[in-house]
Each structure stands twice: as C-alpha cells, then as structure tokens.
C-alpha cells in the first residue's frame, strides 16, 4: 500500500505586491489632484498631466497583471514538480 501526502490548498496570503499597487495607484491620482492646472496655466498642463497619470497606472496595472501571470506559473510548475 502507497502512502502519499495529501495537501489542502489554502487561499493565499495577503497579496502584499498588489496592495502596493493600489496604493501607488491611489497616490498618482492624489498626486494629479493636487497638480491640477490653474486658470492661468498653459494650456498644455492638463493633457500633460492626464497623459502622466493615465501612463503611471496603466504601468501599475500591467506591472500587476504581470506579477499574477509569474505567481500562476511557479503554482503550476509548482504542482507538475509535486506530481513527478
């Protein structure tokens, strides 16, 4: 008779990776709102700003979704190395 290891899977842990994108996310508009163009700026200020903030969360984002596809990837060796 073969004796073999039963695992439970858990939830994960606290994504602490994304909480800090979220958080930088929640900074950049922060940020914005206190650059926001006066009556008297150029008018040049506001697309430049949008285009930033619209640039740093999209890079949050996909730094994010990048994160997620490597952590599925070690889970899935993870479990091919377990079943060998």
């Known amino acids: 008779m073969r004796h073999e290891a039963v695992t439970i899977p ?3 842990a606290i994504d602490w990776k994304g909480i800090g994108y979220l958080l930088s ?3 950049s508009l922060l940020l914005g709102a206190i650059a926001w163009p006066k009556p008297d ?3 040049w200020h ?3 700003l ?7 969360i999209t890079g949050f984002v996909v730094r994010y979704m990048a994160h997620l596809k ?3 990837e070690i889970e899935r060796t993870e479990e091919e190395a377990r079943r060998r």
């Open 46 to 48: 506001l697309p430049a």
């Open 25 to 27: 996310i929640i900074g």
């Open 70 to 72: 490597q952590r599925k």
């Open 10 to 12: 858990l939830p994960h």
């Open 50 to 56: 949008l285009a930033g903030v619209t640039a740093t």
């Open 41 to 43: 700026d150029p008018a």
